[in-house]
C-alpha cells in the first residue's frame, strides 16, 4: 500500500514537473522574416526546380534540376560549415539526403533506363551522378572533421553512406 502511494505521488510530481515545461513560445515575425531571408535562395532553387521537373517527361533534364537543388544545398551547407552550426548542418544534411535519395537516384535510374547504355547523354548523367557523389564525400569529411560528434550529424552521415552507394549504382557500371 505505501509503494503504490509513493509510486502514485512521485509519478504525481513528474507529470506536474512534465506538465509545467510549457511550449517553445512561436516565432516573432522578425525571426521569421529572418529565418527566411537565410533560406530564400533555397526555397527558390526548390520551386524552380519543382516546375521543371514537372513539365519534363526527360527524366535527364529532371536529373538536372534535382543536381541544381542539391548544388543549391550544398552552397548552404558550407555557410552553416563557416558558422558551425551544428543543428543547420543537420537540417539541410537531411534535406540534401532526401532529395538525392528520393529524387536525384531515381531519375538517373529512369534515365538510364530512358537513354539505354550506350545513349548520347550517358555522359552528362555520370557527370551528375559523380558530382553528386562528389557532394555527398564533400559533406562526410566536413562533418567528420568538425561535427561528428553530434547525433544528429552522424545520423545524415550514416544516412548519406547508404544515398552514396544508391546514386553509385543508378546508372549502372
Known amino acids: 500500500m505505501i509503494r503504490t502511494g509513493t509510486t502514485l505521488v512521485v509519478f504525481a510530481m513528474l507529470a506536474a514537473f512534465a506538465g509545467a515545461q510549457g511550449t517553445k513560445p512561436p516565432l516573432t515575425a522578425a525571426q521569421q522574416q529572418q529565418l527566411f531571408q537565410r533560406n530564400r535562395a533555397t526555397v527558390a532553387a526548390l520551386v524552380d526546380s519543382s516546375l521543371e521537373i514537372s513539365r519534363s517527361n526527360d527524366y535527364v533534364a529532371r536529373a538536372r534540376s534535382y543536381r541544381k537543388v542539391a548544388m543549391q544545398l550544398q552552397r548552404d551547407l558550407d555557410h552553416a560549415a563557416g558558422d558551425s552550426d551544428a543543428t ?14 528520393q529524387g536525384l537516384a531515381p531519375s538517373l535510374r529512369a534515365a538510364h533506363q530512358q537513354i539505354g547504355a550506350g545513349g548520347t547523354d550517358r555522359g552528362n ?22 561535427w561528428a560528434d553530434t547525433p544528429e550529424v552522424r545520423s545524415v552521415i550514416n544516412s548519406l553512406e547508404q544515398t552514396r552507394k544508391d546514386l553509385n549504382g543508378s546508372v549502372g557500371p
Not at 91 to 100: K, R, W
Open 88 to 101: 543547420r548542418i543537420a537540417e539541410l544534411g537531411s534535406h540534401l539526403d532526401t532529395v538525392l535519395r
Open 125 to 146: 548523367l555520370l557527370d551528375i551522378r559523380d558530382s553528386s557523389m562528389e557532394l555527398v564525400d564533400w559533406l562526410r569529411t566536413k562533418a567528420k572533421d568538425k
